[in-house]
């Protein structure tokens, strides 16, 4: 069995997000969310190692803007946040613990680095 890596809750949802790097613009939906990153599918290819602007787009009308890394493209595609403005994490936040395991458990993580300084979230 393989060690978790993760250092954050996951969720599972499924919404549309839109992708803009290098000037374009690849539609696709979430498949799971954290307040660290995300997974996706996508309908055009995505270049890992790329700074990209995410806008998710949920049902409510609500838009959150994050600026993100890609990680992995394809169907299994992955996004590391980088920044976001208060109001973006507010929801984030909000949406990741409505739908944890345990909420609590989320405001906990955040007491917590995600990462040690040296390991940085993106390995070389």
């Not at 613009?25 to 890992?48: A, F, H, M, Q, Y």
């Not at 992995?72 to 976001?84: E, L, N, T, Y």
């Not at 507010?90 to 989320?106: C, F, G, I, M, S």
Request: hydrophobic share 35%; aromatic share 6%; charged share 35%.
């Amino acid at each position: 069995m393989s060690e978790e890596r993760r250092k954050r809750s996951r969720v599972s949802l499924e919404f549309p997000l839109t992708i803009a790097f290098e000037g374009k613009r690849v539609r696709g939906k979430v498949n799971d969310l954290s307040l660290k990153g995300l997974s996706c599918s996508t309908e055009e290819w995505i270049l890992p190692g790329k700074e990209c602007d995410i806008t998710l787009e949920l049902e409510s009308g609500l838009r959150m803007h994050i600026h993100g890394r890609i990680i992995r493209a394809g169907q299994d595609g992955a996004i590391d946040f980088i920044s976001m403005d208060e109001t973006s994490f507010a929801h984030l936040r909000n949406l990741v613990k409505l739908y944890a395991e345990d909420a609590d458990l989320v405001d906990e993580e955040l007491r917590h680095p995600a990462f040690k300084s040296e390991e940085g979230p993106f390995p070389e």
